[in-house]
Every structure is written in structure tokens, then in C-alpha cells.
């Protein structure tokens, strides 16, 4: 009897937790429709769709009950933040909401990382965590991180007394849309803490990269000038990067939730510290980024099978240099050419400025000729062609 009851108490809380997981899922879909629909126009700063969009959040905030305002960055743009419990130690969560305008949907960049935000929010603005919990929608984040900047400027808490800032964007598709799913982590390099803790709570998807490898390139980079501990969390680009294919159905709602949930652990962990995290004036980096790149490179070999020729030819240079000792130089390179494959409406700047010359000046005029014809496939200004085409002559 006591077998039965225990196995029927089991199925029940099953079922209950798969019933929370749907309702998530389905809420993460909604946000990203409602953020991505034609009538928001792209969510570009200083539009209508993007005052539309940060009414949105407010009112989505004010009803889990967060100390909720409109912070002023200019007079037509906007951060919009909620408040949660009332401690001067506190953790900051933050994601754009401004896209890239009229006929782009924006939906992975970054409706998605808003919606993964406000889910946060649902399921912890009643958490006794014992700080205080700043949610933040940043404006203007792609017209230079004006939003996160102004708060960083002008923080409704000091940010001596922030555990840590959360940081998400470009979330929701596979990077290269890949089968296998990563969720890059970058920031562990000057927060050892922080690392343990994501270590702990993620699985092997996660992939951990010093920011180097990527750049300031978004809104957590203002918090790392001021030395506050950060954790930035993306599926990183994908061939509609900025584009007007990046629409609410190809995102992964799933994956979003569960990515969503392992960043809530995360925040949660963060929260039960006995001391606050250090951040590092040197950075340690990961030990896995060499691991990592090369494990992406062999994903995509088997999974691209249009990946053309001139990758076939940086790919073997690259496993060569990774599998000894990388310099940093050696995995900036790697980093660039994985998202020059990622993003090939825009690859040929990276082909033709950066990779290209890098082996050139390296003496390696096979990889840079490489490079030159995979440039030269993805460029149409005339001026640009005839340059390329001139340095594919004089190198083959």
C-alpha cells in the first residue's frame, strides 16, 4: 500500500513539474511573439515599437509585484528596471530590448533574452534569497550600449554592493544553427566563484570563452569596466544575425527554458554566497576554450556539408595550433573564423580584414588565399572585389 501511494505521489509531482515547464515554455513564446510582431517595428531605439515594448515590461514587472520605474537615458530612450526585496547587496539581470528596426523581427536578438528575463523575474520576485534582485531592461544596447552605460553611470543601488550582473542576449537558436546546442558563457575568467557555480548547474552544452575571444559586444561590457563580477549568457549568431529572418518560429523554446532555468540556479547560487565574488585584475582563463573551438569545428564539418572549401583549408591550420599550446592571438583566430561561418552576410569584413592578413602576416599564404575567395564570395562593393581580387592574384 505504502508502494503504491509513494509511486502515485511521485507521478503526481511529475506531472505537476511538467505542467510548470509548459507553462514556462509557453510564456517564454509569447514574449517573443508579442516583442517580435510587425507592430513593434523592430523595437528600434527611440521608435514607437520601442516605447511600446518598455510600457510592456513595465507593466509585466509591476504585476509580480516589483518596485518598478522608468529610468531616463535621454528624452526618447529608456531603461526600464524591477525591483525585487529590499537589501543593499543585490545581483543585476539584465537584457536589451531595442532591435534592429522596421522589418527585422529581432526575436533571438534579443526578444528572446527579455523573455528569458522576465521568466527570471516570475520565478524569483517571490524567492528568499536574501539580496535584492535588479532586474534590468537596457535601451539602446545596439547603438552602443547606451543603456547598460547610463545605469552603470547612474545605478539605483552602489554597484560596490552588486554580488554580480546577468547578462543575456542572442538567445534561442543554435549557434550556426547546428543541431548540437551550446550556451556560451563568457566573464568566468575574472570571477572564479561565478565559474564554480556555472560549472555546477550546467551540462555539456555550456561552453566557456574569456571575453577576448568575442568582445565588449554587449551590455555587460559597461560592468566589467567597473569591475563588477559578470556572467554572460548567449546561443551566440546564427546566418540570420541581425537579420530579417530572425523570427519567433526558428527559435527553440525548449532549449530556451532549459537555458532559462539553468541561469535562475545560477542567480540563485550566487545569491547564497558567504562572501561576494572577487573579480580578477588579471583573468584566468578557461582551461577548455582550445577544447572547445576545436569540438565546434568538428560539429560543423559533420554538419555542413555546403561548408566550402576555404574553411576545409583554416580548419586544418587551426586544429594545428590549438591542439599545442594557443596563444591567445591563436584562439581570437579561431573565434573569428567559427563566426565568420556563423554569419556570412557580414563575413567577408572578418575574411578580408582580420583573417586574411593575420596568415599573410604570418607567412601562411595557402590560409590567407583561403580566406581572400571565401571574402571575395560574400562581397559586392565593386572597389572591395577588385582589392580582393588583386591580393588572390598576387598570393596564388
Not at 20 to 26: E, K
Not at 77 to 106: C, K, L
Not at 212 to 236: E, H, K, M, T
Request: with cysteine; aromatic share 8%; proline share 5%.
Amino acid at each position: 500500500m505504502k508502494t503504491h501511494r509513494f509511486k502515485w505521489i511521485t507521478a503526481i509531482a511529475v506531472t505537476a513539474l511538467l505542467c510548470v515547464a509548459a507553462q514556462s515554455r509557453d510564456r517564454l513564446e509569447t514574449d517573443v511573439r508579442w516583442l517580435s510582431d510587425p507592430a513593434r517595428e523592430g523595437r528600434a531605439s527611440e521608435s514607437r515599437g520601442a516605447r511600446a515594448t518598455a510600457d510592456y515590461v513595465f507593466e509585466q514587472f509591476r504585476s509580480m509585484g516589483l518596485d518598478t520605474q522608468f529610468q531616463d537615458i535621454d528624452p526618447d530612450t529608456r531603461n526600464v528596471i524591477g525591483r525585487s526585496g529590499t537589501a543593499s547587496r543585490h545581483i543585476v539581470i539584465g537584457a536589451h530590448y531595442d532591435g534592429q528596426g522596421r522589418g527585422f523581427p529581432s526575436a533571438s536578438d534579443n526578444a528572446a533574452g527579455i523573455a528569458v528575463m522576465l521568466e527570471l523575474a516570475r520565478s524569483l520576485s517571490d524567492a528568499d534569497l536574501g539580496v535584492s534582485l535588479i532586474f534590468i531592461a537596457f535601451d539602446d544596447e545596439e547603438r552602443g550600449l547606451f543603456g547598460s552605460r547610463h545605469y552603470v553611470a547612474n545605478p539605483i543601488l552602489p554597484l560596490d554592493d552588486a554580488l554580480a550582473v546577468v547578462v543575456m542576449d542572442t538567445m534561442g537558436r543554435s549557434f550556426i544553427d547546428l543541431e548540437r546546442w551550446t550556451l556560451i558563457v563568457l566573464g568566468t575568467e575574472f570571477a572564479p566563484e561565478l565559474g564554480e557555480i556555472v560549472g555546477l548547474r550546467g551540462g555539456s552544452e555550456l561552453v566557456f570563452l574569456g571575453t577576448d575571444l568575442v568582445g565588449p559586444r554587449s551590455d555587460f561590457a559597461p560592468f566589467a569596466v567597473a569591475q563588477v563580477p559578470y556572467l554572460f549568457f548567449s546561443n551566440a549568431t546564427h546566418e540570420d544575425y541581425h537579420g530579417r529572418d530572425d523570427t519567433p518560429d526558428r527559435l527553440r523554446y525548449d532549449r530556451l527554458d532549459a537555458d532559462g532555468e539553468t541561469i535562475r540556479q545560477v542567480i540563485a547560487d550566487i545569491a547564497a554566497l558567504d562572501a561576494p565574488p572577487r573579480y580578477l585584475e588579471t583573468p584566468d582563463y578557461p582551461d577548455s576554450e582550445a577544447s572547445a573551438l576545436v569540438s565546434l569545428m568538428d560539429t560543423i564539418a559533420s554538419e555542413r556539408s555546403d561548408l566550402s572549401s576555404a574553411y576545409a583549408v583554416l580548419f586544418g591550420d587551426l586544429r594545428e595550433r590549438l591542439s599545442a599550446t594557443p596563444s591567445r592571438a591563436d584562439l581570437r583566430l579561431a573565434t573569428s573564423v567559427l563566426l565568420a561561418i556563423a554569419t556570412p552576410r557580414v563575413s567577408s569584413f572578418s575574411l578580408s580584414s582580420l583573417i586574411g592578413p593575420f596568415y599573410e602576416a604570418d607567412g601562411k599564404s595557402d590560409e590567407a588565399l583561403a580566406a581572400y575567395e571565401e571574402a571575395l564570395r560574400w562581397t559586392q562593393n565593386p572597389f572591395s572585389r577588385s582589392t580582393l581580387e588583386d591580393k588572390i592574384q598576387s598570393l596564388d
